[in-house]
């Protein structure tokens, strides 16, 4: 009979690793899976916009007796095929894994949660001064724009703030109305002065 010679160290460990059992792997979930992938929404986005612009592009109404190669239609079909074809390649490099980078100068912490009453409060003025510039004109609904904005985001200068609102309501106004012929309500305002 022959006597079992001893194992090595290293034999000792391969055993030893064969004798273990498999860690149990981690049930892939949908939610997980999408989180994995979250570019495909980005995907999404492009691929729909591209047919969007597709669409609209090769259904326009265009008069057939344009000069030259490039008609209307030319820019438009050129964005929507680049569009699909940026969608298609993202695509296949986030199958391929793929992931995008996260911004490294941003100072964000994604634990926070949102902070929802600036949002509402930006809302609310955004559209206030939408309902208002009809009525009392452009200026005066731009700077009370402007201001709100600024209030909202924090600045507490009411010496300083409504002065600079009006002069960048006014400034745009004549950019807009003024300089390039586009009608903005001027309001009772603009009748005065």
Known sequence: MTTPS???PEEKTRNAQRAQPAPPATPRTARSWLRDHSELGV??????LGVLVLTDALTMDVDLTQRG???????????GAALLVVAVLLAVDVFRGGRGQAEAGEDVDLSEPADWRTV???????????VLIEPIGFPAAGALLFWGAAYTLGSRRVDRDPLIAAVLSLAAYGLFDKLLGVPLPGGPLMGVL
Request: aromatic fraction near 4%.
């Open 120 to 130: 509402l409060l930006l809302s609310g003025v955004f559209l206030g001064s939408a």
């Open 43 to 48: 995907c999404v986005l492009l691929l729909t």
């Open 6 to 8: 001893t194992p090595t």
């Open 69 to 79: 190669p490039v008609g209307p239609k030319t820019v438009p079909v050129v964005v």
